[in-house]
């Protein structure tokens, strides 16, 4: 199979890039609007992009009418949000705080999900989160340039919250206690749990 990706529309680009590169880990991200009021979303456009300064990075893709999201407005708005990695234990109310609900309301009170207060930052961080990332914005960037349909949001850590349940006795993450989901194509997921070792060439 040849792809041409000019003849395609932008749904099955889409499609075809969500369903092979896979699997793509999970941000889930609580923010807090100007107003006050909490937000929580998955985005499965994630990855850590440096070190030095430690730096996540999230791709926050428009509405279908081209609105700007909750996070992406809460980002630009206060500067702060925490992103949450999640574990199989909490797949199902992290798929249920992707719901698309009026800005006025709260995911982490719709779904029914406990929140406890965050250290450094506004948003609060979701209780029983194996690992949370306080944060604060380094950098928004819209994609692609003139016309965004995505931004890009750099957010620099400033603490991390790691429960002591995921750690091995080196004080190490320990990728089975972990057990994260990751995100397939469609409305596939996979987790973590099956892993292998290899030694990196010297």
């Not at 698309?100 to 719709?110: A, C, D, G, M, Q």
């Amino acid at each position: 199979m040849l792809l041409d990706f000019a003849d395609l529309t932008p749904l099955d680009r889409y499609r075809w890039l969500a369903s092979t590169v896979t699997p793509r880990p999970i941000a889930w991200v609580s923010s807090i609007s100007s107003e006050g009021v909490t937000n929580l979303a998955p985005f499965s456009f994630f990855q850590v992009i440096s070190d030095e300064p430690a730096t996540l990075m999230v791709n926050v893709g428009n509405r279908d009418d081209g609105a700007l999201k909750d996070t992406l407005r809460n980002a630009q708005e206060t500067g702060e949000l925490v992103i949450h990695l999640v574990s199989f234990a909490q797949a199902q109310a992290m798929n249920a705080s992707a719901a698309i609900l009026p800005r006025s309301t709260s995911e982490f009170v719709h779904c029914g999900i406990d929140s406890l207060p965050s250290k450094r930052v506004a948003p609060p961080r979701v209780k029983g989160a194996a690992v949370a990332f306080e944060c604060r914005v380094a950098q928004i960037m819209g994609y692609p340039q003139g016309q965004s349909n995505h931004h890009l949001i750099f957010a620099e850590v400033l603490l991390a919250h790691i429960s002591d349940d995921v750690l091995n006795e080196k004080g190490r993450i320990d990728p089975q206690r972990l057990d994260l989901i990751g995100r397939l194509g469609g409305t596939a997921y996979s987790c973590t749990r099956d892993t292998f070792d290899l030694q990196r060439p010297l």
